[in-house]
């Protein structure tokens, strides 16, 4: 038990993938102007992440190591399959802003890293923490992330047409924390905090060249 | 130890039945609840630029392709012909693409029967965000074009006003205003009225 709270939490804090694994940033740049897309993109990272772990992992002794690749290939962009018809049935808003980043969720590193790295190799339940812990530490940093760029970005964080938290109306935002320029930066101030306050790298020096 | 030929081929083989099975069921449960929701989006935008209208008609593939000939500034991409609740005729509505800065932007514009713009809205593009998206946030850009005279051509189209920093977004804006323009002269010249 312990040792399934350690792989769970790990994927949050020690080797986040965002902030320490540094893997699947393009999507999250990508999507993070919009609080309500970001929700809804780490959720389906949790779900197919958590179910390509689950299925490889059960099967591991059956996938011959030759051609190990493509099948964790086939089960990923399955459920991503699964995702993009769900989310294009049940929630079209969020489809309509969220489109080709959905079906790019097949590439994004941190599954098949996942696959690769751990499931392959661990048992069921062991993957399940990893796929759950890696999945909600990658939502919790795009979730975080695209708060503060919808609130300085567009002055308003939205969720369903609701207004979650606002800016006085003498802010006039910047269109530059919406690109990609704002996202960068943005970017490297949290990997600073999150390498100051939550993994305590380089404090010490020479830890952080 | 290496695995034999025959084994990779069952396990991939395995694995994409599998997978397939699992696609079709949920492509099942979710293609009718996909297509209402598009019908729906659809609905919602015709109704939208021609609110008065209830009832909208596709032309025919014949008279549409004539219209996407003569539509140079754009890519026609549909055109309803609607009408109001006692069947009378209460103008058209064009679905139409034209090139912007990050790919095609996708409006629905609803004209009377005179050609004059009605309504009009963005369906989907793919502008950067906080500049050329303006074109929607922006309502005075959109607005301009219902003040367009009927029967208007591609030259009252360029003299309205561009948002600037939005240059190549504005233009596919109204590159689809003037497609719409040029695909009703031929449409509503054939049918005599």
Same mark, same amino acid.
Request: hydrophobic share 45%; aromatic share 12%.
């Given at each position: 038990m312990r040792r399934l709270l350690q792989t769970f939490t790990k994927g949050i804090t020690r080797e986040n993938p965002l902030m320490v694994l540094m893997i699947g940033l393009c999507a999250t740049l990508a999507v993070s102007t919009q609080f309500q897309g970001a929700v809804f993109m780490g959720l389906a990272v949790i779900f197919v992440l958590t179910m390509s772990n689950t299925i490889i992992s059960v099967f591991r002794r059956f996938i011959p190591v030759e051609v190990r690749i493509p099948m964790f290939i086939v089960v990923i962009a399955s459920f991503v399959t699964i995702v993009d018809l769900v989310m294009k049935a049940f929630v079209p808003s969020v489809y309509a802003f969220l489109g080709i980043w959905i079906p790019l969720i097949v590439v994004? +590193?941190?599954?098949?890293?996942?696959?690769?790295?751990?499931?392959?190799h661990?048992?069921?339940?062991?993957?399940?923490?990893?796929?759950?812990?890696?999945?909600?530490?990658?939502?919790?940093?795009?979730?975080?992330?695209?708060?503060?760029?919808?609130?300085?970005?567009?002055?308003?964080?939205?969720?369903?047409?609701?207004?979650?938290?606002?800016?006085?109306?003498?802010?006039?935002?910047?269109?530059?924390?919406?690109?990609?320029? =704002?996202?960068?930066?943005?970017?490297?101030?949290?990997?600073?905090?999150?390498?100051?306050?939550?993994?305590?790298?380089?404090?010490? =020096? =020479?830890? +952080?060249? | 130890m290496a695995s034999s030929p025959a084994r990779l081929v069952a396990s991939v083989v395995v694995t994409c039945v599998v997978a397939a099975g699992g696609l079709a069921a949920t492509y099942t449960v979710t293609a009718p609840r996909i297509a209402a929701q598009a019908r729906e989006a659809e609905h919602a935008a015709l109704a939208k630029v021609l609110p008065g209208a209830a009832r909208f008609e596709p032309v025919s593939e014949q008279l549409l392709s004539r219209a996407q000939q003569a539509a140079s500034a %754009? &890519?026609?991409?549909?055109?309803?012909? #609607?009408?109001?609740?006692?069947?009378?005729? #209460?103008? $058209?509505?064009?679905?139409?693409?034209?090139?912007?800065? %990050? %790919?095609?932007?996708?409006?629905?514009?609803?004209?009377?029967?005179?050609?004059?713009?009605?309504?009009?809205?963005?369906?989907?593009?793919?502008?950067?965000?906080?500049?050329? &998206?303006?074109?929607?946030? /922006?309502? $005075?850009?959109?607005?301009?074009?219902?003040?367009?005279?009927?029967?208007?051509? /591609?030259?009252?189209?360029?003299?309205?006003?561009a948002i600037s920093g939005a240059t190549r977004s504005s233009r596919a804006v109204k590159n689809c205003v003037t497609a719409a323009a040029q695909a009703l002269a031929v449409i509503a010249g054939e049918e005599g009225r």
């Open positions: 994004n +590193c941190i599954i098949l890293g996942r696959a690769e790295a751990f499931a392959y661990n048992g069921v339940l062991q993957s399940i923490a990893d796929g759950l812990g890696m999945g909600v530490g990658y939502s919790l940093v795009i979730v975080l992330f695209a708060f503060v760029r919808e609130l300085f970005g567009s002055g308003a964080v939205k969720f369903f047409g609701v207004t979650l938290l606002a800016l006085p109306s003498w802010y006039a935002p910047p269109a530059v924390v919406l690109l990609f320029p =704002g996202a960068f930066v943005l970017y490297g101030l949290y990997l600073a905090a999150w390498r100051r306050f939550v993994t305590r790298q380089g404090r010490e =020096g =020479g830890e +952080c060249a | %754009g &890519t026609i991409e549909q055109v309803w012909r #609607a009408m109001d609740g006692s069947g009378a005729d #209460a103008g $058209w509505c064009v679905r139409v693409s034209a090139r912007g800065y %990050g %790919g095609p932007v996708h409006m629905v514009i609803g004209l009377d029967r005179n050609g004059k713009v009605l309504g009009l809205t963005i369906l989907s593009m793919n502008e950067t965000p906080g500049l050329g &998206t303006r074109v929607e946030t /922006e309502e $005075w850009f959109l607005k301009q074009f219902t003040e367009l005279p009927a029967g208007y051509g /591609e030259r009252d189209v360029k003299k309205l006003d």
